[in-house]
């Protein structure tokens, strides 16, 4: 559902498959990181939706 979401605001085919490759390399990786950070799931997910927003 989030990937839909950022994929939206890109311009072309070419940035879209540079997202979704470090989307899914990374997302569970920031996930783990921001969870071991914030103990909390819920806050965790917003740290993942604020660093891909940003990216």
Do not use: C, P, W
């Not at 997302?27 to 927003?53: C, N, P, W």
Request: charged share 20%; hydrophobic share 45%; net charge negative.
């Amino acid at each position: 559902m989030l990937l839909s979401l950022y994929l939206a605001v890109l311009d072309d085919q070419s940035n879209e498959e540079q997202f979704i490759d470090v989307y899914n390399t990374y997302k569970r990786l920031v996930y783990h990181t921001a969870y071991k950070i914030m103990g909390d799931s819920y806050l965790a997910e917003d740290v993942l939706q604020e660093v891909f927003l940003y990216v």
